[in-house]
């Protein structure tokens, strides 16, 4: 329980920078816990995300696509959003296309959807680097060298391989 009260009653700091609220839950450490670093026992994320449209078709979503690749779109809400108060967050789920699923189609994809909601439970998270982590030059927070993947680019940085 002593983790889930605010700041200010485990005697810590709150601070607030950016567009995001930051808890410091080391009182007097300059190492905070922050960017995913922070546990909610138990506390999962995942997303449905369905595309429609003329640029709603899959390969429009790739690294050479219209729209950019659809792990880059979602970085902010699954890296931002839910990883940094300390969710794990799984892939998502996403259908292409989806104004012009047929009937037939639907059942599929609905099919395919329930059978994601069953695996939950045994579907890895994404591997979001922490920041305090050693993954990350203190204090500029900017990746060290070499610990990327071969050919991984942008967001995908920020991802173990």
Known sequence: MRDLLPA????STAR??????????HP???RAQEVGE?????SIATGSRAEGG?????????????????????FPIQHGILYYPGMDVLPPFVTYGADRVSPADF????????QRLLSIE?????????????D?????LRLREGLEAKGRTGFGLHVRA
């Open 136 to 140: 990350y030059e203190l204090p500029a």
């Open 107 to 114: 059942t599929d994809v609905a099919k395919a959807w329930e």
């Open 38 to 42: 922070i546990v909610h026992p138990s």
């Open 8 to 11: 200010q009653s485990r005697d």
């Open 54 to 74: 003329p640029a709603g078709r899959e390969p429009h979503y790739t690294d050479r696509g219209i729209n950019g690749p659809i792990d880059d779109l979602l």
């Open 122 to 134: 045994q579907t890895d998270p994404i591997a979001f680097r922490t920041q305090n982590g050693g």
């Open 16 to 25: 607030i920078g950016g567009n995001a609220n930051r808890l410091r839950i």
């Open 28 to 30: 007097g450490s300059p």
